[in-house]
């Protein structure tokens, strides 16, 4: 019997642009039907088992669902995803990783008050040198207004969300593959910085498929 490797799977594990380009033809529903045939294959024959916390399960599950996924891909990802809520009460982290975090996001809340500032500061100006030539309201806060605020969003939500977690199933993806002894898969920077502190085996979502078909390839 081939040793059993154990892998959790975040949502950008299948939804991840670059797999819809490298195996379904930019198409959503193609692509997981590929990765969940492989994830099948692998199962079977190479003893590999591709988890997924509930929270996240039904992420991926409603994202699908959005795109008409048909109902039998579903059936698939049911049949062979297989589904743990992460033990949160035993599954022991390191401090200095609860440390790190909580210093990360202090950072990252100041480096946001700052854009904030700045983003009010730049937008007050703009519009009292319109005012002064005279433009109307409407025209200000077509100009002016609507574009601050869309810039802000883009640089805040940069400052606060890329390169950290920031939300419930990515935490889940961290806990389940820690209490697994599994290896962790997906697209999202956040979830691979912290894998790796965690001292996590780390797949990006592209490599994933690949390193199975390789596997596949020696045993078939």
Not at 68 to 83: F, L, R, S, Y
Not at 122 to 138: C, D, L, N, P, Y
Not at 150 to 176: E, I, M, Q
Not at 179 to 192: C, P, Q, R, S
Request: charge should be positive.
């Amino acid at each position: 019997m081939i040793a059993k490797q154990r892998f959790v799977l975040d949502t950008t594990a299948f939804t991840d642009n670059q797999l819809r380009d490298d195996y379904g033809d930019g198409k959503l529903d193609k692509t997981v039907e590929v990765l969940l045939d492989l994830i099948a294959r692998s199962r079977i024959k190479l003893n590999m088992s591709c988890h997924m916390s509930p929270v996240t399960y039904k992420e991926f599950i409603d994202y699908i669902t959005r795109y008409d996924c048909p109902h039998e891909v579903i059936i698939k990802a049911e049949t062979w995803i297989v589904k743990k809520t992460p033990n949160r009460y035993d599954t022991k982290i390191p401090s200095e990783i609860f440390y790190e975090y909580v210093q990360d996001m202090r950072e990252r809340m100041n480096k946001g008050m700052r854009i904030s500032e700045s983003a009010v500061w730049e937008a007050a100006v703009e519009s009292m040198v319109m005012m002064s030539r005279g433009e109307k309201k409407t025209q200000i806060e077509m100009e002016v207004i609507g574009k601050a605020i869309k810039d802000f969003r883009k640089r805040y939500r940069a400052a606060l969300r890329k390169g950290t977690l920031d939300s419930a199933p990515d935490l889940d993806v961290l806990l389940l593959a820690k209490e697994l002894g599994a290896g962790v898969v997906a697209a999202d920077e956040g979830i691979k910085v912290w894998a790796e502190r965690l001292g996590l085996r780390f797949l990006s979502a592209k490599s994933f498929p690949k390193m199975l078909r390789e596997y596949l390839k020696y045993y078939e």
